[in-house]
Nanobody, 119 residues
Framework: QVQLVESGGGLVQTGDSLRLSCAAS????????MGWFRRAPGKEREFVAS????????YSTESMKGRFTISRDNAKNTVNLQMTSLKPEDTAVYYC????????????WGQGTQVTVSS
């Protein structure tokens, strides 16, 4: 079982930057994709970005790709999300997640960290 703990959320202003971190424990995640999702108020949870052990990353939209950067430290079992040029529509609870080993099925979730961007 993989435990995930997010940190780094907070209240920022439009245009600010924020770095989210997620620490994983329980096993080595060499066969797991790690990623970030978010849920805005009144909306469904949506995919933000993911990254493989190799460092290959995927982003949900071009806008996110241009403003967000996902990275992982395999030695430390951590995944980070650097967010820049934040907008009020980025306000959401951000969740760290991993897939089941060797699959694309998201099976482990953190508790989430709140990010609020004021206008």
């Amino acid at each position: 079982q993989v435990q995930l703990v997010e940190s780094g959320g907070g209240l920022v202003q439009t245009g600010d930057s924020l770095r989210l971190s997620c620490a994983a424990s329980g096993r080595t995640l060499s066969s797991h994709i790690m990623g970030w999702f978010r849920r805005a108020p009144g909306k469904e949870r949506e995919f933000v970005a993911s990254i493989r052990w190799s460092g290959d990353s995927t982003y949900s939209t071009e806008s996110m790709k241009g403003r967000f950067t996902i990275s992982r430290d395999n030695a430390k079992n951590t995944v980070n999300l650097q967010m820049t040029s934040l907008k009020p529509e980025d306000t959401a609870v951000y969740y760290c997640a991993t897939t089941a080993p060797g699959t694309n099925i998201w099976s482990n979730w953190g508790q989430g960290t709140q990010v609020t961007v004021s206008s």
